[in-house]
């Protein structure tokens, strides 16, 4: 039996279309193949995910429009739990719309990044995000 290392850096990405987490999930794998990425389809499960999870993720990445809990509903219950105030929280999202940009660092988002149109430049932003957030990870 192969017994799988537990991993020491996470991401928990937020979206509720699958397509987008699937894309994202590639990004990173490609980038940066030894990381775990978790998905989940909107913030009400991203908070029963955190709450129950043996360890934080490094990093948290959520979309913005979702059902039952969006963007900026997860991140102002993130940030009214000590427990989750020091996550870095970043939203990636298609809106440019600067109303939602300040709603999100209002609530308490760490980054508002628009979701590049092309998987080549979505790798690139993932290994941008990596470079800012998670700078040991190599």
Do not use: H
């Amino acid at each position: 039996m192969i017994t799988r290392p537990l991993p020491t850096t996470s991401i928990l990405v937020v979206d509720d279309d699958e397509d987008n987490c699937c894309l994202v999930r590639r990004a990173f794998g490609q980038a940066y193949p030894g990381l775990e990425v978790v998905t989940v389809g909107n913030g009400e499960e991203a908070l029963l995910y955190l709450n129950d999870a043996v360890s934080l993720p490094a990093l948290l990445i959520t979309d913005l429009n979702m059902p039952r809990v969006n963007g900026v509903g997860l991140l102002t219950r993130l940030r009214q739990c000590v427990a989750f105030q020091d996550l870095p929280a970043l939203v990636l999202t298609t809106s440019d719309d600067k109303g939602d940009t300040q709603r999100c660092f209002r609530a308490g988002a760490n980054a508002f990044l628009t979701k590049p149109t092309s998987t080549n430049d979505l790798e690139k932003l993932i290994r941008s995000i990596v470079c800012v957030w998670l700078p040991g990870l190599k």
